[in-house]
C-alpha cells in the first residue's frame, strides 16, 4: 500500500469512526466509489489503524450464571465481566455483590460478614439497604484498618441503619486456651451468640493452592506448612477446606475466633463472593463442601468452574 492510499484509508476511517458520517459521504469526498469505502473500512480494521473495544465490565451474564449455579449445585449464581488486574476484578465482583443485597436482603434480617479484599470492595459500593443487623463472622487480621473486618461491619451498618456487632479480638491465637479466654470476654460472647441467628452471610473464598489467601499470608511458615501438609485448598471464614469440600484442621480452628462450619451450615443463605481465575479450584473445594447457597463471581473463575467435574451433593433447603 502506497503512503497515498493509506492516508486515504485513514481518513476514511477517521470520517467513518470519529466523525459519524455515512459512506455516500465519505464516498463523495474522496471521490471513490460506496463499495470502494466499505473495502477501505475492512482494511483499516484488518490492518489495526482501527480498534473497536467494548467495555463491558460489570456487565451481568445470566445464562452463564444460570449454568454455574446448575453445575454447582447452588440457589443462585451472579456473573459479571470484569477485566484488568485483580484489584480491578475485586471492585466488579464487589459491586455486584453488594448489589445482589441491595435487591434481596429484607428488613429485619441478621448479616454477618467475614472479611477479604473483596468484601472490602463490596462495602465500599454497597447501596441503601433495608434496615439489618449486621455482625462480624470472624476476628480481625492484619493492621490495614480499611481492610478490617470491623470495618466491612460498620460500613455495612451504616447503609441499612441497623446495629452493628463488631469482634474486637484475633482472628488467630497462639493456643486454644488463649482463644477459649476470649470468646468469654462480654463484646466478644455477644457476638457470637448472634451466629445462630445469623439469616444471610457473605463470605470470600481465601486460596491455598495457587496462593491468593490473607490468611495464609498471616500464618506463621510453620502452621502454613503443616496446614498445607494436611491438603487445605481454600477457606472461608477461616474454615479450611480440602479438594473433596471436606473441613479439615479441627484442631487449627481451636485457635480461631471465627463461626463455625456446623452454625455455617444452619444459616439459610451463604454468599460467596470471589473473582479471578486463581481461585476457581479453591471455590469448586467450597462448593463442594456444602457450606455455600449462592455466588457472585466473574466470568473468568465461572468458566474454570464449569471445565471441572460438576457437584453432586447440593446443600439442602434451610
Known amino acids: 500500500m502506497t503512503a497515498d492510499e493509506h492516508a486515504m484509508l485513514v481518513r476514511a476511517a477517521r470520517m467513518y469512526y470519529v466523525d459519524d458520517a455515512s459512506k455516500v459521504e465519505i464516498a463523495e469526498t474522496l471521490g471513490v466509489s460506496r463499495f470502494k469505502v466499505a473495502?477501505?473500512?475492512e482494511q483499516a480494521r484488518e490492518r489495526g489503524v482501527v480498534t473497536i473495544t467494548v467495555h463491558d465490565a460489570g456487565t451481568l451474564v445470566p445464562e452463564l450464571a444460570a449454568s454455574v449455579a446448575t453445575h454447582l449445585g447452588l440457589r443462585r449464581a451472579v456473573v459479571v465481566e470484569a477485566a484488568g488486574g485483580e484489584a480491578d476484578v475485586r471492585t466488579e465482583v464487589g459491586?455486584?455483590?453488594?448489589?445482589l443485597l441491595g435487591e434481596t436482603l429484607h428488613e429485619g434480617e441478621v448479616v454477618g460478614l467475614a472479611w477479604g479484599r473483596t468484601l472490602t470492595?463490596?462495602?465500599?459500593?454497597?447501596?441503601?439497604l433495608p434496615r439489618v443487623d449486621v455482625v462480624q463472622l470472624t476476628g480481625a487480621v492484619g493492621a490495614d484498618l480499611d481492610e478490617s473486618p470491623v470495618e466491612v461491619v460498620r460500613r455495612v451498618a451504616l447503609r441499612s441503619g441497623?446495629?452493628?456487632?463488631?469482634?474486637?479480638?484475633?482472628?488467630?491465637?497462639?493456643?486454644?486456651?488463649?482463644?477459649?479466654?476470649?470468646?468469654r470476654q462480654p463484646d466478644v460472647a455477644a457476638a457470637l451468640r448472634m451466629f445462630d441467628d445469623v439469616t444471610t452471610a457473605i463470605l470470600a473464598v481465601g486460596s491455598w493452592d495457587p496462593?491468593?489467601?490473607?490468611?495464609?499470608?498471616a500464618l506463621p511458615p510453620g502452621d502454613a506448612a503443616a496446614l498445607r501438609e494436611e491438603g487445605v485448598r481454600a477457606e472461608?471464614?477461616?474454615?479450611?477446606?480440602?479438594?473433596?469440600?471436606?473441613?479439615?484442621?479441627?484442631?487449627?480452628?481451636?485457635r480461631c475466633i471465627t463461626i463455625r462450619a456446623d452454625q455455617l451450615r444452619r444459616i439459610p443463605r451463604v454468599i460467596a463472593v470471589a473473582g479471578g481465575l486463581a481461585k476457581a479450584k479453591a471455590t469448586m473445594a467450597v462448593a463442594r463442601s456444602g457450606l455455600l447457597t449462592e455466588l457472585v463471581t466473574d466470568r473468568s473463575l465461572a468458566e474454570a468452574v464449569l471445565e471441572m467435574p460438576p457437584v453432586t451433593t447440593a446443600r439442602p433447603e434451610a
Open 236 to 254: 472461608v471464614a477461616t474454615i479450611l477446606i480440602g479438594d473433596g469440600g471436606e473441613v479439615l484442621a479441627t484442631q487449627f480452628a481451636r
Open 39 to 41: 473495502r477501505l473500512l
Open 162 to 183: 441497623g446495629s452493628a456487632r463488631p469482634i474486637f479480638a484475633p482472628l488467630v491465637v497462639d493456643d486454644p486456651r488463649t482463644a477459649d479466654a476470649l470468646r
Open 95 to 99: 459491586l455486584a455483590a453488594a448489589h
Open 121 to 128: 470492595a463490596m462495602s465500599a459500593a454497597m447501596p441503601p
Open 211 to 217: 496462593p491468593v489467601s490473607q490468611l495464609l499470608d
